[in-house]
């Protein structure tokens, strides 16, 4: 009986050694590999000036589509195509233009999340700073909360560092999701697409 439960006491001890050394190893493994990605995205991120993509963009259950400029900081083009509708910030403003009914609409920009995200320095920021809240083999999400926005997630390709996309919520308590594809980085953009018009001028 003695030499049964010494049997026993050292088949515990071997087994739990065993669990915590494959947890030893899977965390050691997965905090090199954010270290690695983390370093990866900031050193990519540094040298990016300007991006232009397509996107998919979900407010509540409406989904629109178009393509996008960003020339950091602060500017940003969007055309939505089938709603004959532009979006534009010149660093200080965000106009909703309905091309349509020849209507703009002024917003300021640092009451948005857009004032976040147009600076590619709070990015950098986030990513030194934040651990992300998810992450697996394809997408890292870090969150972040601001008393103008409330929260704000952003999504990275784990494999490109990549921008895909993030998610919050609008003022009418929406929840925006805008998803990011056909990255180009660093495409010439001229300065004169990120002007505002008055009403009337378009």
Do not use: H
């Given at each position: 009986?003695?030499?049964?439960?010494?049997?026993?006491?050292f088949?515990?001890?071997?087994?739990?050694n065993?669990?915590?050394?494959?947890?030893f190893?899977?965390?050691?493994?997965?905090?090199f590999?954010?270290a690695?990605?983390?370093e990866?995205?900031?050193?990519?991120?540094?040298?990016?000036?300007?991006?232009?993509?397509?996107?998919?963009?979900?407010?509540?259950?409406?989904?629109?589509?178009?393509?996008?400029?960003?020339?950091?900081p602060?500017l940003?083009?969007?055309?939505?195509p089938?709603?004959?509708?532009?979006?534009?910030?010149?660093?200080?403003?965000?106009?909703?233009?309905?091309?349509k009914?020849?209507?703009?609409?002024?917003?300021?920009?640092?009451?948005?999340?857009?004032?976040?995200?147009?600076?590619?320095?709070?990015?950098?920021?986030v990513?030194?700073?934040?651990?992300?809240?998810?992450?697996?083999?394809?997408?890292?999400?870090?969150?972040?909360?601001?008393?103008d926005?409330?929260?704000l997630n952003?999504?990275?390709?784990?494999?490109?560092?990549?921008?895909l996309?993030?998610?919050?919520?609008?003022?009418?308590s929406?929840?925006v999701?805008?998803?990011?594809?056909?990255?180009?980085i660093?495409?010439?953009?001229?300065?004169?697409?990120f002007?505002?018009?008055?009403?009337?001028?378009?």
């Amino acid at each position: 009986m003695l030499e049964k439960g010494k049997f026993f006491r050292f088949f515990l001890t071997k087994k739990l050694n065993i669990i915590f050394l494959t947890f030893f190893l899977l965390f050691s493994i997965n905090s090199f590999a954010y270290a690695n990605f983390k370093e990866k995205l900031i050193t990519k991120y540094k040298t990016i000036d300007t991006l232009q993509f397509d996107f998919t963009q979900k407010i509540g259950e409406k989904v629109e589509f178009g393509s996008c400029y960003i020339k950091y900081p602060l500017l940003m083009r969007c055309e939505y195509p089938e709603k004959e509708k532009s979006i534009i910030t010149n660093g200080k403003i965000l106009a909703i233009m309905k091309n349509k009914y020849k209507k703009i609409y002024y917003y300021p920009l640092k009451k948005t999340p857009l004032f976040f995200l147009l600076n590619k320095e709070n990015i950098l920021n986030v990513v030194k700073n934040y651990e992300p809240i998810y992450s697996d083999s394809n997408i890292v999400e870090y969150e972040l909360t601001d008393i103008d926005f409330s929260v704000l997630n952003i999504f990275f390709d784990k494999k490109s560092v990549e921008l895909l996309g993030w998610k919050t919520v609008d003022a009418y308590s929406n929840n925006v999701d805008f998803k990011i594809k056909n990255v180009r980085i660093n495409v010439l953009i001229k300065n004169e697409i990120f002007k505002i018009p008055m009403e009337g001028d378009f």
